[in-house]
């Protein structure tokens, strides 16, 4: 049995709570909140001891791992206490506020021993799940563009972030996964209109090694909440609703011959449409399922500290694009 808490049990937390409680193999010892209502709230519903101090819950609960869902600016103090500690944790996205901090918390988890993962939960989604095995398949053929929209009511809660580190970090961790290449360079746009300090609306473009093409429309402005995500390629168009968990594929009918290797574009025409079977889950389940795992085996989780370094990384990079209007060439390309 291994022992689990969860420090920050706001909105995204209270979650972590609920899936740890009800997984197999792993016991919920206890929440931590600096909000007195909050930690009692969540600690009585979910039946465990309750702490508005994180360190008298580790010292007293001695939890092998931890879930962090505080908000961004406190990942990195807090989550260096916890791998200090020797406790295994999963930083939720992004993994912290600047590339030096999350370079720091990864070289403390490696000289400690400890597991380090980051949320970015859309890795989990099933129908991202299933398009990652299709499009590595090359039923599309050779991609030429990735394009994803997630739009959003404003969340007057989120302070310390603007909107590319808190939503779009989600959609440059899928492109990041889905291309498996390395970005060359990159281009933004962005605007504030709500929030007192940070951006809330952010258009990105950019550039992969091979060639294609990644766009981000990604914002707080919109009176509905869409999550899509679309793959074209050569032999035929994905599209995803990360909400709903379905997956279509619009197929090509001039689409190249499976035996041309480089699936050459030659001619584009409407083909059949087929709406690919879902095995549907939760993904945070999949997400912490995927972190005990790593833990209880040694191994590397799905999403490890270098991908949250490299997102961030990137994230950061779109922003100061943003900010002085210039294209980023990405110096340090990695997968
Ligand atoms: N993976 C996802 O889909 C997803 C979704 C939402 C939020 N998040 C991430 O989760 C984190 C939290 O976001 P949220 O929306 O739940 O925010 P939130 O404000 O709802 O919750 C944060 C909680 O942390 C608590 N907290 C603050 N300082 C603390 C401290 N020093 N010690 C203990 N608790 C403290 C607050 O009282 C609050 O209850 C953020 O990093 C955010 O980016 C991820």
Redesign the pocket.
């Known amino acids: 049995m291994l022992k689990a808490a969860v420090?920050?049990?706001?909105?995204?937390?209270r979650n972590h709570a609920r899936v740890y409680r009800e997984m197999e193999g792993v016991e919920l010892v206890g929440i931590?909140?600096?909000?007195a209502q909050?930690a009692a709230k969540v600690g009585a519903s979910f039946v465990v001891p309750y702490y508005t101090d994180?360190l008298k819950l580790i010292d007293e609960c001695k939890p092998d791992l931890v879930s962090l869902?505080?908000?961004?600016s406190?990942?990195f103090k807090?989550g260096c206490e916890l791998i200090e500690r020797g406790v295994h944790v999963l930083i939720?996205?992004?993994i912290a506020s600047t590339v030096e901090e999350a370079e720091k918390l990864i070289e403390l988890a490696r000289q400690k021993g400890v597991t380090l993962a980051v949320?970015h939960?859309e890795r989990f989604n099933p129908a991202v799940m299933e398009l990652r095995r299709r499009v590595r398949e090359g039923m599309a053929g050779r991609i030429y563009k990735i394009h994803t929209q997630r739009l959003s009511p404003y969340p007057p809660?989120?302070q310390d972030?603007g909107v590319v580190l808190?939503l779009a970090s989600?959609d440059i961790d899928l492109m990041r996964y889905l291309m498996e290449r390395p970005v060359l360079r990159l281009y933004a746009e962005t605007l504030q209109t709500i929030h007192s300090g940070r951006e809330d609306m952010f258009n990105g473009i950019m550039r992969f090694q091979g060639g294609a093409i990644g766009i981000l429309d990604v914002n707080w402005i919109t009176p509905t909440k869409i999550r899509r995500l679309t793959i074209t390629g050569a032999r035929g168009m994905f599209t995803c609703d990360l909400l709903s968990q379905e997956l279509f594929f619009y197929e090509n009918e001039n689409a190249p011959s499976q035996w041309d290797t480089l699936s050459i574009l030659r001619g584009v025409s409407e083909g059949n449409v087929l709406g690919i079977r879902i095995a549907r889950h939760e993904p945070l389940a999949a997400e912490l399922a995927d972190f005990v795992g790593a833990v209880e085996r040694g191994i590397s989780p799905t999403v490890t500290g270098y991908d949250g370094l490299e997102t961030l990384r990137i994230a950061l990079d779109f922003m100061r694009s943003g900010e002085v209007s210039e294209i980023i060439n990405e110096e340090k390309v990695a997968l």
Request: charged share 15%.
């Open positions: 420090i920050g049990v706001g909105s995204m937390g931590g909140d600096q909000n909050t994180y869902a505080v908000p961004t406190l990942h807090i939720e996205k992004p949320g939960i809660r989120i972030a808190d989600h």
